[in-house]
DNA sequence: CACCAACGGAGCACGCTCCA
DNA sequence: TGGAGCGTGCTCCGTTGGTG
């Protein structure tokens, strides 16, 4: 594979490196520049999870691209925590999007990339469905009962206490060992499966968005449509309007539109 | 008039943070 | 590790505006 971006060059890695992560069949390698901007990756990144035959469809292109806002905007988080401070980021469990559309858990390392005079122009990481990240299911199996519950349960209330006797632990040290894999609460959690369920109903089908909130756990959907704007920063119509604009031309919302 | 979508306020329950 | 207090998530109201 030829490499498209002049940043790419700023970065100390080898091109037997790049060449060594091209052949690893379950690892997702990728290099981003200083603005979080993709400038490289293998082709697991680019097909098993963004279903990118091309190279040049993906380079150049941020977070906000490829995923739903509120999932963008954590990867942007964790990414400028890299960049900007250049700390780094090992083995951060997370849910994320296959190419299927289908959630998967994801294991995470993302570290500074340097200039030959050691200053970070961006950031090398790798990520890899949990199934192949052996090392770390010791972790995950320890709250695998909660994660399983979440996964059936989403759109019932889900209480903290259920979850933490669902791993016979505390519900303090349930919670303390849950942040500490996922890096967010138990309820940040639930609520982020929710809303990328939601958006994903939004995207595929044109149930009402009551019903929508309803089958996601949202028991209000006047909340759902102030969390779902509070994250997303647009109400669940807008995003729907966006995802399927040529479906969207015929709600009555836009046949006002001269 | 009915229905849908979005917005706002009030109050309660409970999840989270802090500290011993 | 567990308890206490605080903050906020969530529910239940009501209202407004657009459309058929």
């Known amino acids: 594979m030829t490499?498209?971006?002049?940043?790419?060059?700023?970065?100390?890695?080898?091109?037997?490196?790049?060449?060594?992560?091209e052949l690893l069949p379950?690892?997702?390698?990728?290099?981003?520049?200083?603005?979080?901007?993709?400038?490289?990756?293998n082709e697991v990144h680019r097909r098993g999870i963004f279903r990118y035959g091309n190279a040049d469809d993906l380079y150049g292109k941020a977070n906000h691209d490829f995923f739903p806002n509120a999932l963008a905007n954590s990867f942007a988080e964790d990414d400028q925590r890299v960049i900007r401070d250049g700390e780094s980021i090992v083995e951060q469990c997370e849910l994320n999007i296959t190419s299927a559309g289908s959630l998967s858990w994801f294991c995470t390392t993302k570290v500074p990339a340097r200039d030959c005079?050691?200053?970070?122009?961006?950031?090398?990481?790798?990520?890899?469905r949990l199934e192949a990240a052996d090392h770390r299911i010791g972790d995950f199996e320890l709250l695998s009962a909660a994660l399983d519950h979440i996964q059936?349960?989403?759109?019932?209330?889900?209480?903290?206490?259920?979850?933490?006797?669902?791993?016979?632990?505390?519900?303090?040290?349930?919670?303390?060992?849950?942040?500490?894999?996922?890096r967010m609460t138990p309820l940040?959690?639930?609520?982020?499966?929710?809303?990328?369920?939601?958006?994903?109903?939004?995207?595929?089908?044109?149930?009402?968005?009551?019903?929508?909130?309803?089958?996601?756990?949202?028991?209000?959907?006047?909340?759902?449509?102030r969390f779902f704007k509070r994250t997303m920063n647009m109400t669940p119509s807008e995003f729907r309007a966006r995802q399927n604009p040529r479906q969207d031309s015929t709600r009555p919302e836009n046949r006002s539109e001269k």
């Open 3 to 21: 490499l498209v971006s002049p940043a790419l060059d700023q970065i100390r890695l080898d091109v037997s490196t790049r060449q060594l992560f």
């Open 188 to 225: 940040q959690f639930i609520l982020r499966l929710r809303l990328h369920e939601a958006c994903l109903r939004l995207s595929a089908n044109s149930d009402s968005i009551g019903d929508i909130a309803y089958q996601c756990g949202f028991d209000d959907q006047n909340y759902f449509a």
């Open 26 to 41: 379950d690892v997702s390698f990728f290099i981003k520049d200083k603005a979080g901007r993709l400038i490289h990756c």
């Open 117 to 128: 005079h050691g200053k970070i122009v961006g950031l090398v990481g790798i990520s890899r």
């Open 152 to 182: 059936k349960n989403f759109s019932q209330q889900i209480r903290v206490q259920t979850l933490a006797a669902a791993c016979q632990l505390t519900e303090a040290t349930f919670r303390r060992e849950f942040e500490k894999l996922f």
